[in-house]
């Protein structure tokens, strides 16, 4: 009898199906799903990019050219046809903010990703090769931290003829890097006697394969956190530079928003727009920042998370002890 008889019934089905297609599903990184669980981080996240938003669709929404003249449309105080006011040369107030946005968060942005990746490059270099090279580099981070900050800012960008925006990256990149610099340094000087660096010595791994691909990877945490809170002191930085008039008066920034709001002393003669606006706009964006860098150090600090859990169950049994006491 052969085997296809059909009178053998199903079990002998030799008949070939297609593979079904395996469906990818779309993978979340874990720290971000820590970061958007923690609150602090998650209204952090979006504040800072509600504003990136803004900077974004700037251009359409925005009613007129930041820098346009309007003399019959001067000094108006907040109104539905300007929403921020305008200034003493009709200018409106509302898109010399959201124009503003794009180049004090580019500028902000760019500087501190020069400076955290310096900061990460010497600091973690120096830890792991120690000797004559660690010693030079901690001497610069020390030099750099003992030089107070603003008055190097403002002579530098006193004496530099172009204060365009990479003339104030490369100045507050110069600025900021040493003191996390000198923290990287610090969480890797922890780290270089653990086995896995100590394997990859022994295996015969270049200086850079191990700063690059063993080391960084697991200080990416605090890399970041280095970068959120560059990102922040380099935005004020930037406008305290440009209010002082320090930074390019010819293009549209929050902190040149203040700075001509100062020298027309708009707060005197009683226009509080011109000023607030842009104030009130990097204040929200700092605030946005912090609170990511908050929620950063919670979910990356063990000992942090450990707190926040005690406090939650701290609470859970004073409520519930309350709720006894009072059903008693």
């Not at 998650?42 to 700037?58: E, H, K, P």
Request: glycine share 8%.
């Amino acid at each position: 009898m052969s085997q296809l008889d059909p009178t053998l019934g199903p079990a002998l089905d030799l008949s070939l199906e297609a593979p079904r297609p395996v469906r990818r599903r779309f993978h979340v990184p874990g720290w971000l799903v820590l970061l958007l669980a923690n609150p602090k981080s998650r209204l952090g996240f979006l504040m800072v990019a509600s504003v990136a938003v803004v900077a974004l669709i700037a251009p359409w929404i925005s009613v007129a050219h930041p820098l346009d003249f309007n003399i019959l449309a001067t000094r108006q105080a907040p109104s539905w046809n300007h929403l921020f006011g305008t200034t003493d040369q009709g200018s409106d107030v509302f898109s010399q903010v959201v124009i503003g946005a794009r180049r004090s968060l580019m500028l902000g942005f760019a500087a501190a990703a020069l400076a955290t990746a310096v900061a990460a490059t010497l600091g973690i270099t120096a830890a792991l090769l120690g000797g004559l090279a660690d010693d030079i580099i901690n001497f610069l981070i020390n030099v750099c931290l003992v030089i107070p900050p603003i008055p190097l800012l403002v002579v530098m960008s006193g004496y530099t003829r172009n204060h365009g925006m990479s003339t104030m990256i490369l100045v507050l990149a110069l600025v900021l890097w040493a003191f996390e610099a000198r923290i990287l340094r610090a969480q890797a000087l922890s780290l270089k006697n653990r086995d896995f660096i100590l394997a990859a010595k022994a295996s015969g791994e270049s200086t850079r394969r191990i700063v690059f691909g063993e080391l960084m990877p697991n200080m990416i945490s605090r890399i970041a956190a280095a970068f959120v809170l560059v990102f922040y002191i380099a935005l004020l930085t930037e406008a305290g530079l440009e209010f002082l008039g320090l930074g390019d008066a010819s293009k549209t920034s929050w902190g040149v928003t203040m700075y001509w709001a100062q020298t027309n002393s708009t707060v005197l003669q009683g226009e509080w727009w011109p000023f607030f606006f842009p104030g009130a706009a990097l204040a929200f964006t700092v605030l946005g920042l912090v609170l990511l860098l908050a929620g950063i150090d919670e979910v990356s600090n063990p000992r942090l998370r450990t707190e926040r859990v005690g406090r939650r169950r701290f609470r859970g049994g004073a409520r519930s002890a309350a709720r006894s006491g009072g059903s008693a």
